[in-house]
């Protein structure tokens, strides 16, 4: 290695001695034409469904049996119980919300499990979907075992502890409620909502008028929340399902896509934890490239991975659609190590770290990749992390690139445990502009050693009541406790209309703690426009930073 590849390897303290073995999944029936990549609405599902039965059946008889599988499954109502249940018993772990609403204006909620709910942390972000299909209801029962399971074992089963601590889960139990309550495929316009997204291949579903409010509220949840890793549940099979979905000549065929080891690997820890999956006759390991085993086109596993660096699966956990409600617990059963395990797998295995620039620790957004492997993923805006899977057992070169500073690289033999490698990226000297604070005010030296390495607004967004503009402000300190205080100076108030949960002109201090491996950052939401004051101080000393956030 060249001197100036300078990097820090550190090893978390959290040192996982086993490998956790997984798998993956799609969902779905088998299109048999693709012409014009029209997708197959709702016929597919019936025919696997009646596959053994008559087609005379009339449509009243057809409901009648529909209604009778349902018995004993959740209602559309009874999720939303079950869902608010869960956020009232476990609601220091736990937060609910809704990212939009289906055509027929049902919330789409999600539960988010994690021990800091809601806020951001350098931790990567893992979702499940449900109920994709309105006619594969048993993903959203067994999500909300999974909530349940991780709530009443949060502190007592470590799997749990380690999920809890250091993953922040979403599950969204049900994408498609509307199918669900009309008991068939497609959502309340007839649209199969894994043939709805922009595909990679064809110029389709690009228009976003006509795209349905189920699919866009899940592209738009994918701006807001920086997902490592996810999954969707779908019933009709038993498989995990990697990328690609689809091919470029629309043959089927086994089509990788560039992270194929890492899929392959992903997929398998959930068929192998899963009771039976991986004893699969049809699928060798219980695993499957989509486009090998029928391409699909607009599908929502490929979209993520392409637009949003989401390592997504497409899980098919039950051969039959509609298993009698009795054997859901079972099902549950057979699941949760997979389910679990493949969580985990974000903590447990791969390379993880953060970028800094090397003149004064600011964190950097930068972007990851691994030589021989044609896909990027970013960085974190907040905190600049990263999660990036990898097959483990295996050498790779790292590299951070981030425009305005020098690349750099560092090559490791990824074990079957976590890696953690932190990059310091130094500035080009000719680059000049785009950062907001780049002057040497940041520096905060001290007698007692104490550091202010950054202090960085973000971006300022709209608020969803349109009242004013956030901002978080993020300190990093070298120092191992301090006391931070914020103020906003009454007389440097501007703004118009200053409201919510800090007006100008008051205080809030913080007590916290830093190591030098993992700065300390607080976060402080400023709901107006003012100057910030940040007071950080030791026992016996006092230092000032002022930094006018409204530029
Ligand atoms: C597929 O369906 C289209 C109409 O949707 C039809 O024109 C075409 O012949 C079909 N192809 C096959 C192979 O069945
Ligand atoms: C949540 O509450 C439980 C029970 O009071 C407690 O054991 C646990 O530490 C709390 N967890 C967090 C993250 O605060
Ligand atoms: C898995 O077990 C279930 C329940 O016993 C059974 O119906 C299914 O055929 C099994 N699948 C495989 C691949 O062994
Ligand atoms: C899909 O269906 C067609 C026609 O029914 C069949 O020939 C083909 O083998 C099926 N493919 C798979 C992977 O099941
Ligand atoms: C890398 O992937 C991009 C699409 O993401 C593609 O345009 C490009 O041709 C690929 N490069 C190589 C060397 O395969
Ligand atoms: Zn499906």
Redesign the pocket.
């Known amino acids: 290695m060249k001197p100036s590849m300078i990097f820090h390897l550190l090893f978390l303290s959290l040192n996982f001695s086993s490998l956790f073995l997984s798998s993956n999944a799609r969902g779905g029936f088998n299109h048999s034409?693709h012409?014009?990549y029209?997708y197959n609405n709702y016929g597919g599902s019936v025919r696997q469904l009646y596959a053994e039965n008559n087609f005379q059946m009339s449509v009243e008889e057809h409901f009648q049996k529909l209604e009778k599988l349902a018995q004993g499954y959740m209602s559309n109502s009874d999720l939303e119980k079950a869902i608010k249940a869960f956020n009232g018993r476990c609601n220091n772990i736990s937060r609910i919300y809704s990212i939009g609403k289906s055509v027929l204006g049902v919330p789409l909620w999600v539960m988010e499990i994690s021990d800091r709910p809601g806020e951001k942390e350098a931790e990567p972000a893992f979702k499940f979907i449900g109920n994709v299909h309105g006619d594969e209801p048993v993903g959203r029962e067994l999500l909300l075992f999974l909530a349940n399971w991780i709530c009443d074992n949060y502190m007592k089963d470590p799997l749990a502890t380690l999920i809890v601590d250091n993953v922040h889960l979403h599950i969204l139990p049900s994408m498609n409620p509307d199918g669900y309550s009309l008991r068939k495929r497609g959502n309340a316009h007839n649209i199969d909502l894994n043939r709805d997204f922009p595909d990679q291949f064809f110029p389709m579903n690009d228009d976003l008028d006509s795209r349905q409010p189920e699919t866009k509220a899940i592209m738009n949840w994918l701006e807001e929340i920086h997902f490592t890793a996810s999954a969707s549940l779908h019933g009709g099979a038993l498989v995990a399902n990697y990328p690609w979905d689809g091919t470029e000549d629309r043959k089927k065929n086994y089509y990788p896509c560039p992270d194929d080891e890492a899929f392959r690997f992903l997929a398998s820890v959930y068929s192998k934890s899963h009771y039976n999956m991986s004893l699969s006759k049809e699928f060798p390991e219980g695993i499957t490239n989509g486009a090998f085993w029928y391409p699909i086109y607009g599908g929502m596993q490929d979209w993520n991975y392409i637009h949003h660096g989401c390592f997504e699966l497409t899980l098919e956990v039950s051969d039959n659609k509609w298993p009698h409600a009795s054997e859901l617990l079972t099902l549950w059963e057979y699941n949760k190590m997979s389910m679990l395990n493949l969580v985990a797998s974000l903590v447990k295995t791969g390379i993880h770290g953060r970028v800094f620039s090397s003149d004064r620790g600011r964190p950097l957004p930068a972007s990851i990749s691994i030589r021989g492997i044609n896909y990027t993923i970013a960085a974190s805006k907040t905190y600049a992390d990263y999660h990036r899977l990898l097959a483990p057992s295996e050498k790779y070169e790292v590299i951070a690139t981030m425009p305005g500073y020098r690349s750099k690289s560092t090559c490791i033999v990824l074990g079957e445990a976590a890696t953690t490698i932190d990059f310091v990226l130094d500035p080009e000297t000719t680059h000049l502009g785009s950062q907001l604070l780049v002057d040497s005010d940041c520096y905060f030296e001290s007698k007692t050693s104490l550091k202010v390495l950054e202090l960085l607004p973000r971006v300022p967004f709209r608020t969803f009541n349109n009242l004013g503009f956030n901002f978080d402000i993020s300190l990093l300190l070298n120092e191992q406790e301090g006391n931070i205080k914020f103020s906003i100076p009454k007389t440097e108030h501007r703004a118009k209309t200053a409201r919510c949960c800090m007006r100008c002109g008051t205080q809030i201090e913080m007590k916290t703690s830093w190591t030098q491996v993992n700065p300390g950052r607080r976060f402080l939401s400023v709901n107006t426009v003012c100057k910030i004051e940040v007071v950080v101080s030791l026992p016996g000393v006092a230092h000032l930073y002022v930094q006018d956030l409204w530029r």
């Open positions: 034409n012409s014009g029209v």
